[in-house]
């Protein structure tokens, strides 16, 4: 059950291709070189390794219980949430004015991927206090900002995020929950919201709740929904909690996996009514809280990326330890352990480049995305953010579509030991599936890929991303080495795949929209993984010219032989996804209905 953080892999992704000492080089984060990013993960690898990831286990067997409006975590949780606290993690990249550290979004993201491989229901509590942290810097008050920002980056108090109701999944237009105005200028909220993660436990002083709910007489529709700071305490004149709110959980959900993590049906008003407090203007509270959504999106991307990591440090365990069979080669007389049999290496080898490929992908997006916060030009400020937003559904779909791979393939070389509980691996597996649904299922995922990051520019952002693809292309084929030849021959096959589903889908999009979305999906699942792979091909030239220079030859031989193997058995698959996307909508459209 140990698990050991890839800061090696971390750096190298954040120095040779997210640009770690460019990104240092912004206002605000001159600090924030590759010294500091090692001495940062060093730390943080030590928290997670020693204290978080012990408790992940215990977590699944002994989860989160209720018991007469009172949740209880998992024993050690909450001890293990105060040195989390204690150690500043909530605030890393928070703004130094209300008690971050002000560190970039590249570092904390490293950060976030080791507290999900250590721990991903642990870890799901400070993602949603992130998310609620942005979206009150974004659209909250002064008042606000002073009253619940400090408590909440200095890890007393937690956040939530209430959208869900159990008439209103992902059509947030059907939300019910109704906010009246008082004349001290506060609201008294009414309504029930669901699988609200984290809506009551016992790790912190106080919670703050935002949530969507509709002010007397708004419009119907998303156009009428605003946002609201609902705390679980109210706040007294010093800070301090106070008096219980009317806000209170009725019970938490039984899960397939993430047992430890509390999920919450919350109940507001019952007794008069839930103060809370309106969050920039009335009926724009879909617009901010979409600030938190994007952010928490990005989180349960790296999410995949980290249980990922945790089922093939598992897997590689196990097949070191697993003795049975003898070589197919004849290169040994008696059994062996089977991480000499081939299918087994293919199975390592497919969740080593998966993890590899996407962990890339997410501190490249992460990268973009200090750039666009920071950079002193507006133009490059503006392109980073077009961007970062293009990835970020790739960075929650793909990888966490990925993740379940992965896992999968964990329980797969464990055999039969992997269908057993006791091996732990099944955890992973099950753990996993809810990250391709919540924040957002692939759908939804690849719906806003198709709409609002393709079609509505045109696929203006897809191709200035296929150029820069190109750009790697030349420099592939300047090289003499066969894995340069090789990934140059599936990067440029893969590239112009990407191009062709980005002509369809910008081209098709209004004139048939049914045959465009059709291959929604599978368009995201495509973009990931030319993306993925061409940060995997970045890295395979940086990694044979370190190797030339004889820096570190075992971690440079490795990562041109990962990269490789990216490009010929999973860069390989796009073509194939080109055509069922641009070719095969009727093989989706055409069934009759009553028929299924």
Same mark, same amino acid.
């Given at each position: 059950m140990t698990y050991l953080a890839p800061v090696k892999d971390m750096l190298f992704a954040m120095k040779?291709?997210?640009?770690?000492?460019?990104?240092?080089?912004?206002?605000?984060?001159?600090?924030?070189?590759? +010294?500091?990013?090692?001495?940062? *993960?060093?730390?943080?690898?030590?928290?997670?390794? !020693?204290?978080?990831?012990?408790?992940?286990?215990?977590? !699944?067997?002994?989860? @989160?219980?209720?018991?007469?409006?009172?949740?209880?975590?998992?024993?050690g949780f909450k001890n293990?949430?105060?040195?989390?606290?204690?150690?500043?993690?909530?605030?890393?990249?928070?703004?130094?004015?209300?008690?971050?550290?002000?560190?970039?979004?590249?570092?904390?993201?490293?950060?976030?991927?080791?507290?999900? @491989?250590?721990?991903?229901?642990?870890?799901?509590?400070?993602?949603?206090?992130?998310? &609620?942290i942005e979206a009150l810097l974004t659209a909250g008050s002064d008042e606000l900002k002073t009253i619940y920002l400090p408590p909440m980056i200095e890890g007393r108090w937690t956040g939530t995020m209430n959208l869900t109701e159990p008439q209103a999944g992902s059509d947030l237009a059907a939300v019910r929950s109704r906010a009246e105005p008082q004349p001290d200028g506060s609201y008294k909220v009414f309504g029930t919201k669901i699988f609200i993660t984290y809506g009551e436990h016992d790790m912190a002083e106080n919670i703050v709740h935002l949530v969507l709910a509709r002010v007397t007489g708004a419009p119907e529709g998303v156009k009428g929904i605003s946002l609201f700071v609902v705390p679980k305490f109210m706040v007294n004149a010093d800070g301090s909690p106070g008096a219980r709110n009317?806000?209170?959980?009725?019970s938490i959900e039984h899960k397939l996996g993430i047992k430890a993590?509390?999920?919450?049906?919350?109940?507001?008003?019952?007794?008069?009514?839930?103060v809370g407090y309106l969050v920039g203007q009335e009926n724009r509270g879909l617009e901010y809280m979409f600030v938190m959504m994007n952010a928490a999106r990005f989180g349960v991307g790296t999410q995949g990326i980290a249980v990922a990591e945790r089922a093939y440090q598992k897997a590689v365990g196990y097949a070191r330890d697993r003795v049975q069979s003898r070589p197919v080669d004849g290169s040994m007389n008696t059994a062996a352990p089977i991480i000499h049999h081939p299918d087994v290496k293919?199975?390592?080898?497919? /969740?080593?480049?998966?993890?590899?490929?996407? #962990?890339? /992908?997410?501190?490249?997006?992460?990268?973009?995305?200090?750039?666009?916060?920071?950079?002193? +030009?507006?133009?490059?400020?503006?392109?980073?953010?077009?961007?970062?937003?293009? *990835?970020?559904?790739?960075?929650?779909?793909? @990888?966490?579509? /990925?993740?379940?791979?992965?896992?999968?393939?964990?329980v797969q070389v464990h055999g039969g030991m992997g269908f057993i509980e006791e091996t732990g691996a099944a955890q992973y597996y099950r753990d996993a599936k809810i990250l391709t649904i919540y924040e957002g299922t692939t759908a939804i995922q690849a719906n806003d890929l198709v709409? #609002?990051?393709?079609?509505?520019?045109?696929?203006?952002?897809?191709?200035?991303?296929?150029?820069?693809?190109?750009?790697?292309?030349?420099?592939?084929?300047?090289?003499?080495?066969d894995a340069a030849k090789a990934m140059l021959k599936r990067l440029s096959a893969a590239r112009q795949a990407l191009l062709d589903v980005v002509g369809f889908v910008?081209?098709? =999009?209004?004139?048939?929209?049914?045959?465009?979305?059709?291959?929604?999906?599978?368009? *995201?699942?495509?973009?990931?993984?030319?993306?993925?792979?061409?940060?995997?091909?970045?890295?395979?030239?940086?990694?044979? !010219?370190? *190797?030339? &220079?004889?820096?570190?030859?075992?971690? /440079?031989?490795?990562?041109? =032989?990962?990269?490789?193997?990216?490009?010929?058995?999973?860069?390989?698959?796009?073509?194939?996804? #080109? +055509?069922?996307?641009?070719?095969?909508?009727?093989?989706?459209?055409?069934?009759?209905?009553?028929?299924?």
């Open positions: 040779e291709l997210a640009g770690l000492e460019a990104v240092a080089t912004l206002p605000g984060y001159e600090d924030a070189g590759l +010294d500091t990013a090692a001495a940062v *993960l060093d730390e943080c690898a030590k928290l997670n390794q !020693d204290v978080i990831a012990p408790l992940n286990w215990e977590g !699944d067997k002994y989860p @989160s219980t209720f018991h007469d409006g009172k949740v209880t975590t998992t024993p293990a949430f105060e040195q989390f606290a204690a150690g500043g993690w909530q605030g890393l990249h928070h703004p130094v004015d209300f008690g971050g550290q002000g560190l970039p979004k590249l570092i904390h993201a490293a950060c976030i991927e080791m507290i999900n @491989s250590a721990n991903l229901s642990f870890a799901l509590c400070p993602l949603l206090t992130d998310g &609620a009317d806000v209170h959980c009725v993590s509390p999920t919450a049906v919350l109940q507001f008003g019952d007794h008069g009514g839930a293919r199975m390592l080898m497919t /969740m080593r480049a998966y993890i590899e490929g996407c #962990r890339a /992908m997410a501190l490249v997006a992460a990268a973009a995305q200090d750039a666009a916060h920071a950079h002193p +030009d507006a133009d490059v400020r503006k392109q980073n953010q077009a961007f970062y937003e293009f *990835l970020v559904p790739l960075v929650k779909g793909y @990888s966490t579509e /990925m993740s379940l791979e992965v896992t999968s393939l964990g709409g #609002r990051k393709t079609a509505r520019d045109g696929g203006a952002t897809a191709r200035a991303i296929c150029e820069q693809i190109q750009a790697t292309e030349a420099q592939l084929a300047e090289r003499g080495s910008a081209g098709q =999009t209004r004139a048939s929209p049914n045959a465009v979305f059709a291959g929604s999906v599978p368009y *995201l699942m495509l973009a990931g993984n030319v993306v993925a792979g061409w940060q995997m091909a970045r890295a395979l030239l940086i990694a044979e !010219d370190r *190797l030339a &220079a004889g820096e570190e030859p075992d971690f /440079m031989r490795a990562k041109i =032989t990962t990269a490789r193997f990216y490009g010929d058995h999973i860069l390989s698959k796009v073509p194939g996804l #080109r +055509d069922s996307i641009v070719e095969g909508a009727e093989g989706v459209t055409e069934m009759a209905l009553d028929a299924f």
